[in-house]
């Protein structure tokens, strides 16, 4: 028997709206990593019924399979483009968000050998220092604007490095030095907020919204009520209730050892399906509203809970992730981010998508 992973495509279409509502731009859907491990081809056409047009992945062939998808939208790789690539991009229609000179020399190249005018969006380095166009580089696309010959600039954009912490001052610091930047490119489009980012108030709206984890139901803004809807929920049936006796261990080299006679729940989530090894001894998962203590290690294909206290059988379900106990809850236990647990969830769950 194995977990169901339930995904709830009207709850991302509903997450679409109310961040579209949230400013006044245009709002993409940032589907990288498979939709954050929910389906790309199930999330993104039910992203484009929303009304979603544009969209944003990180690689060549996540362009290439959501462009066989959606015919009709705009298409954006994060991780631009690598030697050899431009021609696919040219022929697939996705457009790179450059962020260095050789990667606009590469671009700038294709369009030559083209004979025809290609469209770009850059990304401005504000403090990632990870991807963008640093200042000198700037300096010298401003000093010989050939630089750019042959492409079309239709956004200019940059990335938050702390959108999640509001009071964090490298949020304007990073928006002033953007305003600054941006002005090398007047008339162009701008982007600047991820989920969170679009919470941080009018400085950090711009004409091409990002929003990623909020549409798959991560609270965008820690700390206070998730505005979000919820979108997994993932259930495993029991497989076997041990009996033990006060003393008796649970796992691989016996890390919990019960106080007092307990019912051991055994069900068919490891690690090895996101059910991070971390957890051992610290998560938990539901009997219906009722918390069950995970405990012993977490192994590659089971996981064991605490059900003495709860009327818990054989083939009973419990939940590992749903309303009670959610995406950044599990990512709490694990001390990682909902993002990690989210694109880590298994491919062995028996999936359904719900909605839409
Ligand atoms: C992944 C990503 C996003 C989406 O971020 P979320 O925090 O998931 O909303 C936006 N912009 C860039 C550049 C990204 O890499």
Redesign the pocket.
Known sequence: MTARLQIDLSAIQDNWRLLDGQHPGETAG?V?ADA?GLGMAQVAPALAAAGCRTF?V?HLAEAAALRALLPGVRIAT?NSLEPGEAADFAAHEVVPVLGALHEVALWREHARRLGRVLPCFL?LDTGMHR?GLSAGELARMHQDPSLLEGLRVDVV?T?LIA?DVPDDPNNARQARLFVEKRKQFPGVKTSFA???GMFLGEVFYSDLA?????LYG?N?TPGQPNPMRDVVRLTAPILQIHALEPGDTVGYCGTWRAARPSRIATVGVGYADGFHRRLSNMGAAYFDDTPVPLVGRVSMDLSTFDVTDVPAEIGGMLTLLGPAHGVDALAAEAGTIG?EILTSLGRRFARRYVGA
């Open positions: 940032v990288k954050y944003f990180a994060l990304q991807l954009m990335h959108s991820n989920s969170s990002r929003p990623g984890v909020a991560g965008p993002y």
